[in-house]
């Protein structure tokens, strides 16, 4: 990620520049030894001798005074000195030494840092990665979810309707019944009126009986509407309705 990558640039920049800083001393120090070693390699008089030795003095004079020196006094000023750059040898190994521990230090901090930023970088895009899925998984089940309440409305929605239809059809069909009902029964009125006023216009009393006398009369008629001489009666065109009267017989009161 940027704001990972841009903290490591700045952290190795500086790394770098006290990594040359040290190898810079290091090698001072190396050069140190080297000169000590080949200081350390001389021997005692040329030690005296050259550190006694004035830079315009003649060489009669370097003589002489080199031989009023006793070998007694140049072997302790040779062990002093040895001593001073044993010391001094040991003091710069000691410090090259601590350089080296410094600089292998730096480079596992830089190690562990660079690893500290590959850890977080890679638990950034585990849980990147984690909240994708958490997030595509959510829109699936919000998605599967939205069609099945779709789909149950839907649903409910064509049951409510064929309920409506059905009442409405069961309605028609009632309002329908009752309609054809009261037809057929003004039908069947009508035409009873009619037949039973045909049949009384062509009935004839018997002579010789009392007027006061009345007669039930039960008669069958055929489809055609046949009945003697009051023939044809009157019928239904509707077959359904002419069956009221031609099913059986019907019964007239006359007077």
Not at 7 to 12: A, L, P
Not at 27 to 43: D, E, G, N
Not at 100 to 112: G, L, N, P, T
Not at 130 to 143: D, Q, V
């Amino acid at each position: 990620m940027p704001r990972y990558s841009k903290k490591s640039s700045v952290f190795n920049k500086e790394i770098l520049l006290e990594n040359i800083v040290g190898i810079i001393c290091a090698m001072s120090i190396i050069v140190a030894l080297i000169v000590s070693s080949l200081w350390l390699t001389r021997s005692p008089q040329d030690m005296i001798l050259h550190t006694n030795k004035p830079l315009n003095e003649p060489k009669k004079e370097q003589t002489l005074q080199a031989s009023s020196v006793s070998n007694d006094e140049i072997e302790k000023i040779y062990e002093q000195r040895r001593a001073e750059l044993a010391a001094k040898k040991a003091a710069e190994e000691a410090a090259i030494e601590a350089e080296r521990k410094r600089i292998e230090a730096e480079k596992e901090k830089i190690r562990q840092e660079k690893q500290r930023i590959v850890e977080e970088k890679r638990k950034a895009e585990a849980e990147k990665k984690r909240k994708a899925e958490a997030e595509k998984k959510r829109k699936a089940e919000a998605e599967k979810k939205r069609k099945a309440e779709a789909e149950k409305k839907r649903k409910a929605e064509a049951e409510k309707k064929r309920k409506a239809e059905a009442e409405r059809q069961r309605i028609q069909n009632e309002l329908a019944a009752e309609i054809a009902l009261r037809k057929k029964d003004a039908a069947i009125e009508k035409y009873s009126v009619a037949i039973a006023d045909k049949i009384r216009n062509r009935w004839e009393m018997p002579r010789g009986l009392p007027e006061n006398l009345s007669v039930k009369l039960s008669i069958i008629i055929s489809a055609s509407g046949a009945v003697k001489r009051a023939s044809p009666l009157p019928l239904p065109k509707n077959p359904d309705w002419a069956l009221t009267f031609t099913k059986g017989p019907i019964t007239l009161n006359l007077p």
